[in-house]
């Protein structure tokens, strides 16, 4: 059953920490859990009781951030995008093999320092926002909501094989962003 | 460049190929090309390595997230349920 009179104060705070995960930027994320109630408002009727509440008003949130991924991979018009292609241009030689200075290093992580483990992971955050709009969007929805690859290549309107493109390159920027800081 | 030393060379299409495998399937001919290439190339299987490690940090640093605290004002939220209140006596 659903019970708005509940909603805030049962679900604002996940839905909001659910939001600023993603997207970068306090207001919008504010502005997005407004939007999820008022949405979820007007489609009571639908909720046909198969989830539970919080899972329903997630569903409901997550599209909306699908509709702020597109619109940030359009609204840049593939600047961003252009810029980290020129990065890779650094990464391999006309054979397609590694260039020395880019080639992967070890990390030299272990397991269970958390200190180090918490200072990767700040520097890991820092590159994932550097990737362009449209592969940010493609990567978490992969790795992070585990969407069909068919889903997200209709909703961020990408081809099957500019798909696995993106994931390449979203990777290999990745990985090179967080050997160069921290190594 | 013949078939077998550009397979051995070509570390962006091996990289392209690990991080095709980690979501989803080869093709017989892709698996073979990739299994040639690692066994000859250092830099790639470093690669490969360090690229299921990001996946796991990067699923580690969302949840992680999540669990954080992360909360909204009371304001906010109080204005959030007036408007709510609101919608509902609409009806």
């Known amino acids: 059953m659903l019970n708005p009179h509940l909603w805030v104060s049962t679900h604002a705070d996940y839905l909001y920490a659910f939001a600023i995960t993603r997207i970068n930027d306090e207001e919008m994320a504010k502005d997005l859990v407004q939007e999820t109630f008022l949405a979820a408002l007007e489609k009571v009727n639908s909720f046909e009781g198969k989830s539970s509440e919080r899972t329903w008003l997630t569903a409901i949130l997550r599209n ?71 592969w940010m969007a493609v990567f978490t929805m992969k790795h992070i909501e585990e969407e069909p690859t068919d ?33 | 460049m013949g078939y077998l030393k550009r397979i051995i060379y070509n570390c962006k299409q091996a990289t392209f190929l690990i991080e095709k495998k980690a979501l989803s399937s080869l093709s017989l001919r892709e698996t073979i090309e990739l299994r040639i290439h690692l066994f000859g190339c250092g830099f790639c299987r470093l ?7 990001i996946n796991d940090m990067v699923q580690t640093l969302f949840k992680s997230s999540m669990q954080s605290n992360i909360k909204l004002d009371d304001g906010f939220k109080r204005i959030l349920q007036e408007r709510i209140e609101e919608e509902l006596n609409k009806n």
């Open chain 2, 47 to 53: 690669y490969k390595k360090q690229s299921h490690a």
């Open chain 1, 64 to 134: 909306k951030i699908v509709d702020v991924y597109r619109k940030k991979a359009s609204g840049l018009k593939g600047n961003d995008v252009t810029a980290a292609e020129r990065e890779q241009e650094d990464f391999f030689g006309d054979d397609g093999h590694w260039l020395n200075k880019s080639g992967p290093k070890e990390f030299g992580i272990t397991d269970n320092d958390h200190l180090v483990a918490k200072e990767f992971e700040t520097i890991l955050k820092g590159c994932l926002q550097k990737l362009p709009a449209l």
């Open chain 1, 151 to 183: 889903v997200i290549c209709a909703q961020m309107k990408v081809s099957a094989s500019n798909f696995w493109v993106i994931i390449h390159r979203a990777k290999l920027n990745l990985r090179a962003c967080l050997q160069k800081n921290w190594i």
